[in-house]
């Protein structure tokens, strides 16, 4: 009888995992059947961690355009060959010869750089003070600012800056237009504020015949002049990148100076000479970084984390290639990914990423089994109805609150990747990409269909 006993508990864990199983597998086969999938394809995967079994594939090994779920690998990367307590550094150097002082600032793209950081970094350098030339060392990685593959003509916005180990306020500027009253200019608001960029307003308030609101800068001339046209109706924000970046956090470097009462006669790029008396070092905890990638989705943060992993194997200056090098033999030697995938940068902007749901599988598989990457990756990623990306999603169903997860969005791609608790506690990682569609609205509500499955 206790022997019977005994194999009836061993044996009942297994009867409910099993059951599960066919529920979900029963449930997400009919979402299959949706008129959705008819023009656009999907693959699937849900894997249970604590049961250790795998409750659902289609598809998995199908691969596709990751779009921004690829910055969760990128993060478990850089988790586990950088370490949870790595920092990404600024430092403030100044060297006094002859005579004379120079300031060198030294960038390792902190993506997470600001306004007040520089004001504070400003403030270390010693008031009243005359510079003959402000070095900026740009030496951490190599000249190419964009990465292989990216569309030129997102050029203009702040979603793809000109990278440099220099960037302040992510290489980038927030424009705020708000209507005034009928016919007349709009009130507008441009942050950080620098002379580095000059406003043309040429939009008119509540007047419906000149169109469209558009702010934009003239990139095709490589010009930082932002023109603000068109119709305003409400308040409209748009993030517009600035042409070359180092330039950018020199300029604005130069006036916090100025504001400190330090004078600098001249600006020019240089490494940190030998005997340069460290000043003051801004430093970036690493989970800083991964909670803008993966929470707000910022690609200016994978690819930061892209540069720091490539540090790990290779000397200044660094390329993304090597990154996605560093990324790729992860992937083949910890992961076990099977072939004919593609890493092209850290972020999913280039054309030329391709995974498939099982890599991403086994890369969420890998951070549950190490519990420091764990728990960053967990906690950084956004949550159903509430935060980042997933703000707005899942919301009255019972799948809210329920899920930890990294959305990912380009034209014709729809991609989700992450971890959602069952009603039995059980903890689920799931990869669902979605591809060939041209609207991603109904391709989320039927992600959503999918969510609400695996918490019931």
């Not at 902007?349 to 420091?372: C, P, Q």
Request: aromatic content about 8%.
């Amino acid at each position: 009888m206790r022997k019977s006993t005994i194999l009836l508990l061993l044996f009942f864990p297994l009867l409910l995992a099993a059951q599960q199983a066919g529920s979900i597998k029963r449930s997400i086969d009919r979402l299959l059947n949706d008129a959705l999938l008819q023009t656009s394809d999907a693959s699937v995967m849900v894997y249970d961690l604590d049961a250790d079994s795998l409750l659902y594939a289609h598809r998995e090994h199908k691969i596709v355009r990751p779009a921004s779920v690829q910055k969760v690998l990128t993060s478990v990367v850089a988790l586990e060959k950088l370490g949870v307590e790595y920092t990404m550094d600024t430092e403030l150097f100044k060297e006094r010869r002859n005579g004379s002082c120079n300031l060198y600032v030294k960038g390792r793209m902190d993506p997470l750089f600001n306004d007040k950081d520089m004001a504070a970094m400003a403030k270390m350098a010693g008031k009243g003070m005359v510079v003959d030339t402000l070095f900026a060392d740009c030496s951490f990685t190599d000249s190419l600012y964009w990465g292989s593959g990216w569309i030129w003509d997102d050029n203009p916005y702040g979603f793809q800056p000109y990278l440099s180990p220099l960037m302040v306020c992510g290489g980038a500027v927030e424009v705020v237009v708000k209507p005034a009253s009928k016919g007349k200019a709009p009130h507008f608001k441009v942050t950080p504020e620098s002379s580095f960029y000059s406003v043309v307003n040429e939009a008119r308030s509540k007047t419906p015949a000149l169109g469209k609101l558009t702010i934009l800068r003239d990139w095709l001339e490589d010009s930082n002049l932002i023109r603000i046209r068109g119709n305003c109706e409400n308040e409209y924000k748009e993030k517009i990148n600035m042409y070359k970046s180092a330039d950018f956090f020199l300029a604005m470097l130069v006036e916090k100076l100025k504001a400190e009462g330090v004078e600098v006669k001249a600006v020019a790029f240089g490494k940190v000479p030998n005997g340069a008396q460290l000043v003051h070092t801004v430093r970036r905890p690493l989970a800083d970084v991964v909670d803008e990638a993966l929470m707000e989705s910022d690609n200016l943060c994978a690819e930061a984390m892209l540069f720091h992993i490539a540090a790990t194997v290779n000397s200044a200056p660094l390329s993304m290639e090597q990154g996605c090098k560093v990324i790729a033999g992860f992937a083949d030697k910890q992961l076990g990914a099977s072939k004919g995938y593609n890493i092209a940068d850290g972020s999913g902007l280039s054309t030329y990423n391709y995974l498939s749901a099982d890599i991403l599988m086994r890369a969420l598989k890998y951070a549950h089994r190490d519990k420091e990457i764990f728990n960053v990756i967990f906690k950084h990623l956004p949550l159903s109805g509430v935060s980042g990306t997933m703000q707005h999603r899942t919301k009255e169903t019972a799948a809210y609150k329920r899920v930890r997860a990294k959305t990912g969005t380009v034209r014709g791609v729809c991609t989700l990747a992450g971890y959602a608790v069952a009603s039995n506690g059980h903890k689920l990682a799931f990869v669902i990409l979605n591809s060939g569609s041209q609207k991603s609205s109904p391709v989320r509500k039927w992600q959503d269909k999918i969510l609400e499955i695996l918490c019931k």
